[in-house]
């Protein structure tokens, strides 16, 4: 059988050729997608309903401004894992000083145990939404349901699993069409940028970008390529130089896409909650759960009945995600067996981890710390990390005795630079207003 197949690679490749162009693109999707999609997790949709609820359009056109800085540093995160079969840790482990990591992972934990605290709680209150009880009773279900799925499900499974979570973000989309948008107000808007430098316009643009550009998304995806090259029997494009070509073009059209429709679902959460809160002088929204029942009187039940469950959908998304990618940061800076493609007992440190991480995120909602108050916080810290972490990552990419002769090509070399310098930028810019 193996003869028969080699005989014939000619035949192959016809057949190869012959499936449709949109089959073959689906295939290719996988970490790109799956990280996009998280992007837009319930604190991000909190953001992006505060941003459209307080300002209306006015700060719509920071979604197409920010996408091409997300989808360079989240390809050039890619990059990183495919060429040196390591994740992020594990190049700083290996080519910088032991402070640097110890430092980074130290914030990277601090923001995503807030994150996930944030996350569940949210879930549990739009549950509560839905159909009435406790929300402290959900929001551990949700934490322990997440837990057991990443720890006990086969990789392959639990790849395609995220995957198909991803389709809960559609509910986003729906919202407009139930919405009455404005459509000429609303691209004048996200075509004509406008702006106004005081702590409210600052704090919110740091918010947008906080959020979608946030480093645990870094880690996921350079971890994530590494479990795609150990699926699939590869080896590191270092090594295997001649398989760059393909990847690399795979890793570029997953992520291009997996970042617009990240980036499409954040536009239609800012339209929807602008022609829907905003036009009705509802401009203070604290949470996801609160911009769902707000939605209610304003754009009616199946505004809100999306919204709603499109909260649970992404949260089941980002919640493994947030503790996944504390876990391949850990795992890479002390050296341990990692990755979901083993089993518990193999990759024991690894899978504490994710499940300490998930029920710490829990904990945080049985206390008296405000969720929203330490999500800023999270954001802040965020903020402050990512800029030296692509800083960091920019200079691996970069340097030719660690990618060989696959260092990054100018057009993300370029784009990695200016998205460094725009996160920089709107950094200092928060702490100079406030």
């Known amino acids: 059988m193996h003869g028969t197949t080699d005989m014939h690679p000619v035949a192959d490749q016809e057949r190869r050729d012959e499936t449709p162009a949109h089959v073959r693109i689906v295939r290719q999707l996988g970490p790109g997608l799956v990280t996009g999609a998280a992007d837009d997790d319930p604190s991000g949709i909190a953001t992006y309903s505060q941003v459209g609820a307080q300002f209306g359009y006015a700060l719509a056109w920071t979604i197409p401004f920010s996408f091409p800085l997300l989808a360079a540093i989240q390809a050039i995160s890619a990059h990183i894992g495919s060429v040196t079969g390591r994740g992020i840790a594990h190049n700083l482990r290996r080519h910088y000083r032991p402070a640097v990591l110890r430092g980074v992972v130290l914030m990277l934990l601090v923001a995503n145990v807030i994150n996930l605290g944030a996350d569940l709680g949210a879930m549990g209150a739009a549950l509560k939404l839905l159909i009435g009880g406790p929300v402290l009773a959900y929001t ?194 002390f050296g341990w067996v990692e990755g979901l493609d083993r089993r518990p007992r193999e990759a024991k440190a690894f899978y504490a981890t994710i499940a300490i991480a998930t029920l710490g995120g829990v904990a945080l909602n049985f206390t008296a710390i405000d969720p929203m108050k330490a999500l800023f916080w999270a954001a802040v810290v965020n903020g402050v990390l990512a800029t030296p972490l692509m800083i960091v990552m920019m200079l691996i990419a970069t340097n030719k005795r660690i990618m060989g002769r696959l260092s990054l090509p100018l057009t993300l070399r370029v784009g990695g630079w200016v998205a460094t310098a725009v996160m920089a930028v709107v950094s200092v810019a928060l702490f100079v207003v406030h």
């Open 140 to 333: 551990m279900g949700f934490g322990v349901i997440c837990i057991l799925v990443e720890v006990f499900t086969s990789y392959a499974r639990y790849a395609a699993v995220l995957k198909w979570t991803t389709l809960s973000l559609f509910a986003y989309v729906a919202v407009v069409f139930a919405a009455h948008v404005p459509w000429a107000t609303a691209m004048h808007d996200i075509l004509l940028p406008r702006f106004t430098f005081d702590a409210a316009h600052v704090t919110a643009i740091v918010a947008i970008l906080g959020t979608t550009i946030s480093p645990y998304l870094f880690f996921w995806q350079a971890g994530q390529e590494v479990e795609e090259q150990h699926r699939r029997h590869h080896k590191p494009l270092c090594i295997a130089p001649r398989e760059a070509g393909p990847e690399l073009r795979r890793i570029r059209t997953d992520t291009l896409i997996g970042m617009g429709f990240s980036h499409s679902v954040a536009l239609c959460i800012i339209i929807a909650t602008a022609a829907t809160l905003h036009a009705h002088g509802i401009t203070d929204i604290v949470t996801s759960a609160q911009a769902a029942e707000a939605l209610r009187p304003v754009a009616g039940d199946l505004a809100f009945a999306l919204f709603t469950v499109g909260i649970v959908g992404t949260g089941l998304l980002a919640v493994p995600i947030l503790a996944g990618s504390a876990a391949y940061a850990v795992s890479e800076t």
